[in-house]
């Protein structure tokens, strides 16, 4: 009460020098008791209550806002939290920027995540692998890269009715009609005088490799395997089933195996009964279209386009390639489904462009 009295006694212009040397021995006393309250409940309270309560106090007591904003204590608070917070924001600022930087100098120079592709490369070749023949890091769900996968052009079926059957064409001409169109054919002459129908059978490729052979127990990259919904994890399981199962025998569990010869001898012996197809043209190494050989039984194909092309082109196509017929397909553009048709047991060979 005493100080209100005080305060308000300011007006006379008199007075004035004495009340502030009252107000400031009373303002240190008011900054000393901030402080110890402060100290006796910094740890107990919310200080920004505290705080609050102090000032309604303080201006209970009589202090106007000027007065406590001129306390020493209040403004040492200020000094420190309006610098702090600066500091702070700047700090932050500047990480910011610098992991942006390092962002987009990663995305830039490594493709990353964007593309991993050279993350990938160096990582597989550190570590003594090709990256050209390894399987995908992750495998894909089916439908999922079906989803995502970018849409073709459908220019390569939207003429196509049938897939014609042809001989006697010059590597020329199937090079500008068929070589990188995607167009389907089949050339029924190539293979004449192959000694592979007399040769290929069960027991010779059973015998084509040896035992320990990484083709048997699948041990390489190169030596792939796809038993195609039989329950074989690799050739040597293939090559011990028995004989009435081999030969398709009535009421014996149907088969259906493709692999990729892995083995340099093997491949030596294979080639003395086939040749490079005559009408291939010269080329170093195309990886999608690829020719298949019938050496033996006969083979109904069925050939679908991509879904985006089902308006432009025709929904289906279908064609039986018989003994000594050889059908080029790009199998990564038409969706293709085959059946072993007859009685004998459909042996193939075949390979890409190269
Ligand atoms: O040879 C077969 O019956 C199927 C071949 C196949 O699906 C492929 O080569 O993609």
């Not at 930087?101 to 050279?118: A, G, H, N, Q, R």
């Not at 490799?209 to 083709?215: L, Q």
């Not at 699948?218 to 030596?223: D, K, P, R």
Request: aromatic share 10%; glycine share 4%; proline share 6%.
């Amino acid at each position: 009460m005493e100080r209100k009295t005080k305060t308000l006694h300011k007006k006379s212009s008199m007075e004035t020098e004495e009340t502030l040397t009252s107000m400031d021995t009373e303002t240190k006393d008011m900054e000393k008791e901030i402080q110890s309250k402060v100290r006796q409940l910094g740890k107990k309270c919310n200080p920004d209550l505290m705080f609050k309560n102090l000032f309604k106090k303080a201006l209970e007591l009589g202090l106007s806002h000027d007065e406590i904003a001129s306390l020493q204590s209040v403004k040492e608070i200020h000094t420190t939290d309006t610098g702090s917070v600066l500091v702070k924001y700047i700090k932050n600022t500047i990480l910011t920027v610098i992991l942006a930087i390092v962002i987009t100098c990663v995305i830039y120079f490594l493709d990353w995540p964007i593309k991993s592709e050279k993350l990938a490369t160096t990582w597989l070749t550190l570590n003594d692998l090709d990256p050209d023949n390894e399987p995908c890091l992750v495998p894909l769900y089916e439908p999922l890269s079906e989803l995502t996968r970018p849409p073709l052009n459908c220019g390569f079926c939207r003429n196509i009715s049938k897939v014609e059957k042809i001989s006697n064409i010059q590597p020329e001409t199937f090079e500008s009609l068929y070589a990188y169109s995607a167009v389907p054919v089949i050339i029924t002459d190539a293979s004449k005088n192959w000694t592979a129908p007399n040769v290929f059978s069960f027991e010779f490729f059973k015998s084509l490799y040896s035992k320990g052979s990484p083709a048997l127990e699948n041990t390489l990259s190169e030596c792939q395997f796809f038993p195609y919904k039989t329950n074989f994890n690799n050739l040597g399981e293939v090559f011990q089933m028995s004989d009435d199962r081999a030969k398709m025998k009535d009421g014996s569990e149907p088969w259906y195996i493709g692999w990729s010869n892995c083995e340099f001898e093997a491949a030596n012996i294979l080639r003395k009964h086939y040749q490079k197809p005559y009408f291939l043209p010269r080329v170093d190494n195309v990886k999608d279209p690829s020719w298949q050989a019938q050496i033996t039984g006969t083979k109904k194909w069925t050939l679908e386009p991509p879904s985006e092309c089902y308006f432009e082109c025709k929904s289906r196509l279908e064609v039986t390639v018989e003994p000594g017929e050889i059908i080029v397909l790009d199998t990564n553009k038409w969706y293709h489904s085959t059946l072993n048709v007859g009685n004998d047991i459909s042996i193939t060979i075949g390979s890409e462009y190269d």
